[in-house]
């Protein structure tokens, strides 16, 4: 359940997409399963400017809150709004229509020093 298109993060969120445009974010199919059944997201508001490793929202499940980490800084330009009302798409789909944020990074480079599908695989396993 790791897509080998994506990029991940150590904080298990993916990153579709190369940096030159628009990049959408979400959660792993591993965090998801690890918090259980999602029943609340917070995520920031279109415009926002969220920084590369910092906290840029969060999933509340029935087992506990995390926190939701930005994979590269630049400006959230559009966010899901299914989530308000169904935040459990996440962990029926977390690769699809589960699904966060879209994010134009200020350094479209960065995408590629995130991890790979074999890096966050070796991450999980471990």
Same mark, same amino acid.
């Given at each position: 359940?790791?897509?080998?298109?994506?990029?991940?993060?150590?904080?298990?969120?993916?990153?579709?997409?190369?940096?030159?445009?628009?990049?959408?974010?979400?959660?792993?199919?591993?965090?998801?399963?690890?918090?259980?059944?999602? &029943?609340?997201?917070?995520?920031? #508001?279109?415009? =926002?400017?969220?920084?590369?490793?910092?906290?840029?929202?969060?999933? /509340?499940? @029935?087992?506990?809150?995390?926190?939701?980490?930005?994979?590269?800084?630049?400006?959230?330009?559009?966010?899901?709004?299914?989530?308000?009302?169904?935040?459990?798409?996440?962990?029926?789909?977390?690769?699809?229509?589960?699904?966060? &944020?879209?994010?134009?990074?200020? #350094?479209?480079? =960065?995408?590629?020093?995130?991890?790979?599908?074999?890096?966050?695989? /070796?991450? @999980?396993?471990?």
């Amino acid at each position: 359940m790791i897509p080998e298109d994506l990029r991940y993060t150590a904080e298990h969120e993916w990153v579709a997409g190369d940096g030159s445009g628009p990049v959408r974010v979400g959660i792993t199919h591993f965090a998801q399963d690890a918090l259980g059944d999602i &029943v609340y997201v917070q995520l920031p #508001d279109e415009g =926002a400017t969220v920084q590369a490793g910092e906290s840029f929202g969060e999933v /509340e499940s @029935t087992k506990s809150v995390s926190e939701i980490y930005a994979p590269l800084s630049g400006t959230v330009v559009a966010r899901n709004e299914q989530l308000v009302d169904t935040p459990e798409v996440i962990n029926s789909d977390p690769y699809g229509a589960g699904w966060l &944020v879209e994010i134009v990074p200020g #350094d479209a480079s =960065a995408v590629a020093g995130l991890l790979s599908a074999d890096a966050y695989r /070796e991450l @999980t396993e471990s």
